[in-house]
């Protein structure tokens, strides 16, 4: 005996296979979850700069381009496929070590050669520490 597909069949199917897709997109793209900080580009850096010797805790900011580049059309947004990358025109590093010059200045010379930032676009400041006063 065959079995016919029924409205009901043809309406429930892909309702159950877009639930399925929105509930996996939203499980690994979860803010919340443990893994996130170590997987975004701040919390890999984070995590690589910490292990410098001197510089403690870190905490990475990032500032991105959000500018149409010359030359480019509204149309080539339109063509182009997947994600647009988001270029890093900035950053704030809040750091324990960075109250030390020679760590400072060890800092900023690593994130510009990694990022491939220029020294003017990367802020380097102390992190306060609880207890701290002047």
């Known amino acids: 005996m065959e079995k016919k ?10 309702i159950a296979l877009v639930a399925f897709i929105a509930y996996i997109s939203l499980t690994f793209n979860d803010p919340n979850s443990e893994h996130s900080d ?3 580009l701040e919390g890999k850096l984070e995590q690589t700069l910490k292990q410098i010797q001197g510089v ?5 900011y990032l500032h ?3 500018n149409v580049s010359e030359g480019s059309s509204l149309l080539d947004d339109y063509f182009t496929s997947g994600k647009s990358e988001k270029k890093v025109s900035g950053m704030l590093i809040v750091s324990e070590g960075a109250k030390n010059p020679s760590i400072k200045n060890q800092l900023l010379e690593t994130i510009s050669r990694v990022m491939q930032l220029p020294t003017h676009r990367i802020m380097i400041v102390p992190m306060e520490r ?3 006063v002047e």
């Open 130 to 132: 609880k207890g701290d």
């Open 5 to 14: 597909w029924t409205k009901t069949n043809l309406i429930l199917i892909p």
């Open 38 to 40: 170590t997987t975004t």
């Open 56 to 60: 403690g805790q870190v905490k990475v």
């Open 64 to 66: 991105f381009d959000d």
